[in-house]
């Protein structure tokens, strides 16, 4: 027999009675039913029920074993009385009866159980991460990414890819983030960076005339942390082709993902069709630019019901330049309560309040009620329902302004409204593509010009577009959002150096400048480069939004805290001061 098992925890079935077997695991939960002890032994593979009494030489040993203690035991598999069999488990048949223990590995006192559901600080799972992952949901987590970044795989490689390998260690380049710097010991003074992605390096395996490359890539940014986003580094299905136009990338990258979350979405309902949606309609219609289309609700502008009317406040804001009035629909939601309640959320997200209508029945017809409908007139207010399309028991939400300065709060109004109404489908993954972003932004303080969105991507256009508006150029960019997330993001490049050039000069960037910190793609793009494009999808989020999780360090093996710290590695740490002379660094203490 094998040293530690002749089955896994989830083996035993009726057709093994009789036998005699070798399982090894943790002890899941022990229970003493008075002269009987039964424990649950679990491994990766499931729970097998053993069990033990004072016939057994193993019972004074067992009698001795806690929680999470590493055993191996010998015994015979017996059938459960037909009451007690656990038709929740695969074993739940049988039990096996202990005839011999050995201690594998003994556990102190726990710090955090991992039998049942209680619920730990997050410093408490990430400082003893080994038990946090022992437990049931944390497991599952971490099989599903093995398993979805499996089949991502397979599905690459059926499409005619290939995985090919980029550096770690490499040159720094913008990609929107911080950089991490690595020391260089041979060359004192000098750094490294870990990549942010491996944007140069796909466009360079591009011009050495690969196809297709597709690599599962670690990315490293030094970022601030949200729910969503791991503040240190993360992987992405990254990929790249020749002689591609945008919808080229499209077209391969929707089955990869269609079958992805087909597979492993629990039954959830999959969009079979991708809406492409401009970046100006997305932030228009939906307040931001990675929309939950799972809700129906769209925005629209109706500042013209708002101009020169009887409400000073929209009045006045209008004769602004650049501003507007939106309207959020709220089908359903006509009840002063809730109108009350959605002003109440603008208050606490930093805005003043949120004007609003609402419609109800009074007997004799309609009526449109609240302080709006009372300043602008029935008019106006019956012309605000009509292109609204709301009727009796509907409700609509305004805000006013820039649209920057209040997009991002109508974007939440939008996903309240549709959460607290029951309008947003909880069953289903909604996708739609972001097409047509600018490339190019104004500061509001400076004036000055500069990238909004990827520098490397290629404007539409090209040549001729630069020469006129910057704030008008738009670029071959793209994000894939999915329920809320943003999942992918790509671009067809930039490969004309020409093109290259003048673009980084609308953003302030001089020749000498891009040759330095581009060298190796501009250098590249003077020895024949073909159009290409492609994308890198966040294999993290995907896992989030497949395991229904609301927080990444969930399906992550080994995450950082909110504050970019390992609790279970205690990193960042110091270096010593050997290390320290051997780079050529000095580290002067912050005051």
């Given amino acids: 027999m094998h040293a530690y098992r002749s089955h896994t925890c989830a083996d035993l079935t009726a057709a093994n009675v009789g036998e005699t077997v070798r399982l090894s695991g943790w002890v899941h939960r022990v229970r003493d039913h008075g002269g009987v002890l039964f424990i649950d032994l679990r491994d990766h593979y499931g729970v097998t029920q053993v069990l033990c009494d004072g016939d057994s030489a193993a019972f004074s040993a067992l009698e001795k074993v806690r929680s999470e203690w590493c055993i191996r035991i010998d015994g015979t598999v017996k059938a459960r009385d037909p009451e007690l069999v656990n038709p929740k488990l695969p074993t739940g048949e049988i039990e096996v009866y202990v005839r011999e223990l050995e201690v594998l590995g003994a556990a102190e006192e726990l710090p955090l159980m991992v039998?049942?559901?209680?619920?730990?600080?997050?410093?408490?799972?990430?400082?003893?991460?080994?038990?946090?992952?022992?437990?049931?949901?944390?497991?599952?987590?971490?099989?599903?990414?093995?398993?979805?970044?499996?089949?991502?795989?397979?599905?690459?490689?059926?499409?005619?890819?290939?995985?090919?390998?980029?550096?770690?260690?490499?040159?720094?380049?913008?990609?929107?983030?911080?950089?991490?710097?690595?020391?260089?010991?041979?060359?004192p003074g000098k750094f490294y960076a870990l990549p942010q992605a491996p944007q140069q390096f796909k466009q360079l395996?591009?011009?050495?005339?690969?196809?297709?490359?597709?690599?599962?890539?670690?990315?490293?940014?030094?970022?601030?942390?949200?729910?969503?986003?791991?503040?240190?580094?993360f992987y992405q299905l990254d990929l790249e082709m020749s002689f591609v136009t945008?919808?080229?990338?499209?077209?391969?990258?929707?089955?990869?993902?269609?079958?992805?979350?087909?597979?492993?979405?629990?039954?959830?309902?999959?969009?079979?069709?991708?809406?492409?949606i401009s970046y100006k309609d997305a932030a228009l219609w939906y307040?931001?630019?990675?929309?939950?289309?799972?809700?129906?609700?769209?925005?629209?502008?109706?500042?013209?019901?708002?101009?020169?009317s009887g409400f000073a406040i929209f009045a006045k804001l209008l004769?602004?330049?650049?501003?507007?009035?939106?309207?959020?629909?709220?089908?359903?939601?006509?009840?002063?309560?809730?109108?009350?309640?959605?002003?109440?959320?603008?208050?606490?997200?930093?805005?003043?309040?949120?004007?609003?209508?609402?419609?109800?029945?009074?007997?004799?017809?309609m009526e449109a009620a609240g302080p709006l409908a009372k300043n602008i007139g029935p008019e106006r207010t019956e012309a605000i329902r009509q292109q609204l399309g709301l009727g009796v028991g509907d409700a609509a939400f305004f805000l006013g302004g820039k649209p920057k300065a209040?997009?991002?709060?109508?974007?939440?109004?939008?996903?309240?409204i549709g959460e607290e109404l029951g309008l947003t489908d909880k069953d289903r993954f909604a996708f739609a593509w972001?097409?047509?972003?600018?490339?190019?932004?104004?500061?509001?303080?400076?004036?000055?010009?500069?990238?909004?969105?990827?520098?490397?991507?290629?404007?539409?256009?090209?040549?001729?577009?630069?020469?006129?508006?910057?704030?008008?150029?738009?670029?071959?960019?793209?994000?894939l959002a999915c329920n809320g997330y943003e999942l992918v993001s790509g671009a067809i490049r930039n490969h004309k150096p020409e093109i290259m050039l003048k673009a980084f000069e609308l953003a302030g960037y001089g020749e000498d400048e891009v040759k330095s910190r581009f060298g190796a793609l501009f250098n590249a793009f003077h020895y024949g480069a073909p159009p290409h494009g492609g994308c890198a999808a966040g294999i993290d989020r995907i896992v989030m939004l497949l395991a229904d999780e609301a927080n990444i360090r969930e399906v992550m093996m080994?995450?950082?805290?909110?504050?970019?710290?390992?609790?279970?590695?205690?990193?960042?740490?110091?270096?010593?001061?050997?290390?320290?002379?051997?780079?050529?660094?000095?580290?002067i203490p912050q005051e």
């Avoid at 080229?248 to 309902?269: A, H």
């Avoid at 309640?341 to 609402?358: S, V």
């Fill in 115 to 187: 039998f049942g559901d209680q619920e730990y600080p997050e410093e408490t799972r990430l400082r003893y991460r080994y038990l946090d992952l022992r437990r049931e949901a944390m497991q599952r987590n971490m099989a599903l990414r093995s398993d979805v970044v499996a089949s991502m795989r397979r599905r690459m490689w059926d499409q005619g890819f290939r995985e090919y390998q980029t550096p770690i260690i490499t040159a720094s380049s913008p990609e929107g983030a911080r950089d991490f710097l690595v020391p260089s010991r041979l060359h």
């Fill in 406 to 416: 209040f997009e991002k709060v109508a974007g939440k109004a939008r996903d309240v």
């Fill in 434 to 479: 972001i097409v047509d972003f600018p490339i190019y932004e104004k500061d509001e303080e400076t004036g000055e010009i500069d990238f909004e969105h990827n520098p490397f991507s290629m404007p539409q256009g090209g040549m001729e577009a630069l020469q006129g508006d910057p704030l008008e150029v738009k670029g071959y960019q793209y994000d």
């Fill in 319 to 365: 004769e602004q330049e650049g501003t507007e009035i939106r309207a959020i629909p709220a089908p359903g939601g006509g009840s002063r309560k809730f109108c009350d309640r959605m002003n109440a959320f603008a208050q606490k997200e930093g805005l003043p309040g949120m004007g609003y209508i609402f419609w109800r029945d009074q007997g004799e017809g």
């Fill in 246 to 276: 945008q919808q080229d990338v499209f077209d391969t990258i929707q089955p990869v993902l269609t079958g992805i979350f087909e597979e492993f979405g629990g039954g959830r309902k999959v969009d079979k069709v991708w809406a492409q």
């Fill in 287 to 308: 307040g931001t630019d990675k929309p939950d289309l799972r809700n129906p609700i769209k925005m629209q502008v109706v500042s013209d019901h708002f101009r020169g």
């Fill in 558 to 587: 080994f995450p950082m805290n909110q504050r970019a710290e390992d609790l279970m590695m205690q990193a960042p740490s110091d270096p010593t001061s050997d290390q320290l002379m051997e780079l050529g660094l000095r580290v």
């Fill in 205 to 233: 395996i591009m011009v050495s005339g690969f196809d297709k490359y597709f690599q599962i890539a670690p990315c490293f940014r030094d970022e601030d942390p949200r729910a969503d986003r791991s503040p240190t580094d």
